[in-house]
Nanobody, 121 residues
């Protein structure tokens, strides 16, 4: 069955960096669009970054600070997060979609369990 497992979250000071990883299994990874989303307490889940066929897409709030990448040989998608801010604190989820280039959560049929990122001094 489809499985997405995130890792790499934690506590980091403002201005610091983290790299999230999402290991995928149970589907043809290279054929899917992959996305990172986040959900802060009391807020709706929001799109962070997406990648499909080498094309990348970023929310305005993270553009220039975050980088999404994928390694199809390892069935893994990454999110490199630099210059982290307190407002980046959230649970981060990776997700897979057959609709390439989508930002909409309902278009993503498979989700990981999430990894917590806390940015605080």
């Amino acid at each position: 069955q489809v499985q997405l497992v995130e890792s790499g979250g934690g506590l980091v000071q403002p201005g610091g960096s983290l790299r999230l990883s999402c290991a995928a299994s149970g589907f043809t990874f290279s054929s899917y669009g992959m996305g990172w989303f986040r959900q802060a307490p009391g807020k709706e889940r929001e799109f962070v970054a997406g990648i499909s066929w080498g094309a990348t897409d970023y929310a305005d709030s993270v553009k220039g600070r975050f980088t999404i990448s994928r390694d199809n040989a390892k069935n893994t998608v990454y999110l490199q997060m630099n210059s982290l801010k307190p407002e980046d604190t959230a649970v981060y989820y990776c997700a897979a979609s057959t609709l390439l280039g989508s930002r909409s959560p309902p278009d993503f049929g498979s989700w990981g369990q999430g990894t917590h990122v806390t940015v605080s001094s």
